[in-house]
């Protein structure tokens, strides 16, 4: 390609970004005018946004593909939303925690991201709104569901407005670029869990596993001790500026971590909607398929069942339930009124929009 052939390229790339500027700047400030009309009301619609990002990528016709698209789009709502209240998002910590990688993931990096000490402690500043969302994992695709946070629904005033889910990549982090010499490696219980394989076949048996807090802590301990490696994600590596001994660990090719949004929210129905719930059923013979048969009657699908102790008996249980729909449709409605006549406890957690992935 010659000289001129290459200055015509990049003098329609100069043109088009001065016109995508112009065009970012005009949508900010219709953000900013529906701001004014709501008066301080809520600035974030996740079913909105779920509309939005579902049609960019359903009109995109290349070569960026749909993803790269949705990340582009996700950022310019941050930004236009941040015009509006710059939104602040509770995450179990610290800085660099696959929690945080999520919260960034749905609300963008315009948000403020506020790390926490535990999965409690998350959820009880946004109950004292001090801050506006929380980001809480709920299951695993290979470990399953994340006890604690399906105990706080239970008992929590936040409902759940939003759904991510999150592709987990783990590496094994050292300040030191060899693997000779490592002692011990750190990492939360679940990754040490969803690389159990890789590491009995990649490093010597004496070696210490040592389960901690998240996996942004097991780098930050193992930055600090030539002997120590870790197990954690990119966001992680950066911020302690580790190294990659191996990438791309874990043991299941499709590890993924689903997380929940929640906060003092309704939404509206998006098109695309799932409805979570729990509930405990009546101490007698067949209750549990009676529990469940409305959903049936009423052609409501479940995507999700998930038993817990509920800790108000011995060998009691609650039952956590994903369906298909939204609450203000007229078949889950009639399903959730069967069920609150058949059940012994009923409790909507929350409608919100299907992740957009």
């Known amino acids: 390609m010659s000289d001129e052939q290459l200055k015509s390229h990049r003098d329609a790339i100069d043109a088009l970004d001065t016109r995508i500027l112009e065009l970012l700047n005009e949508r900010a400030s219709h953000a900013r005018a529906i701001g004014e009309i709501k008066g301080g009301g809520l600035v974030y619609r996740p079913e909105r946004e779920a509309q939005v990002l579902s049609r960019i990528k359903a009109t995109n016709r290349g070569p960026l593909p749909d993803e790269s698209v949705a990340k582009l789009f996700r950022e310019i709502m941050s930004a236009c939303l941040s015009i509006e209240r710059p939104l602040t998002i509770a995450y179990l910590g610290p800085e660099g925690t696959f929690s945080q990688s999520a919260a960034i993931k749905h609300f963008g990096h315009a948000a403020v991201t506020q790390a926490c000490a535990s999965i409690d402690e998350a959820f009880r500043v946004v109950e004292a709104r001090s801050a506006d969302y929380v980001v809480a994992p709920v299951e695993n695709s290979t470990e399953g569901a994340v006890g604690r946070t399906l105990d706080l629904m239970v008992n929590t005033p936040l409902q759940v407005c939003g759904e991510v889910v999150l592709r987990i990549h783990h590496h094994l982090l050292r300040k030191d670029p060899s693997f000779d010499g490592i ?158 006549e058949r059940a012994a406890f009923v409790k909507v957690l929350g409608a919100y929009p299907v992740a957009v992935l």
Request: aromatic residues 6%.
């Open 183 to 340: 002692r011990r490696v750190y990492s939360h219980a679940q990754s040490l869990a969803q690389c159990h394989e890789w590491l009995n076949k990649n490093l010597p048996a004496e070696v210490e596993r040592i389960s901690v807090s998240s996996n942004a802590e097991a780098a930050r301990l193992a930055s600090l001790d030539t002997q120590c490696a870790a197990i954690a994600g990119d966001a992680a590596a950066e911020k302690f500026g580790m190294l990659k001994l191996a990438e791309n660990i874990e043991d299941e090719p499709n590890n993924t971590t689903r997380f929940l949004v929640l906060g003092y929210h309704h939404t509206t129905a998006s098109g695309r909607d799932k409805t979570s719930l729990v509930m405990s059923a009546q101490n007698k013979p067949g209750a549990v398929h009676q529990l469940l048969s409305p959903l049936a009657e009423h052609g409501v699908s479940m995507t999700k069942f998930e038993s817990r102790p509920s800790r108000t008996g011995l060998w009691e249980y609650v039952f956590f339930v994903d369906i298909e729909g939204h609450t203000g449709e007229a078949r889950v409605q009639q399903t959730l009124d069967a069920l609150r």
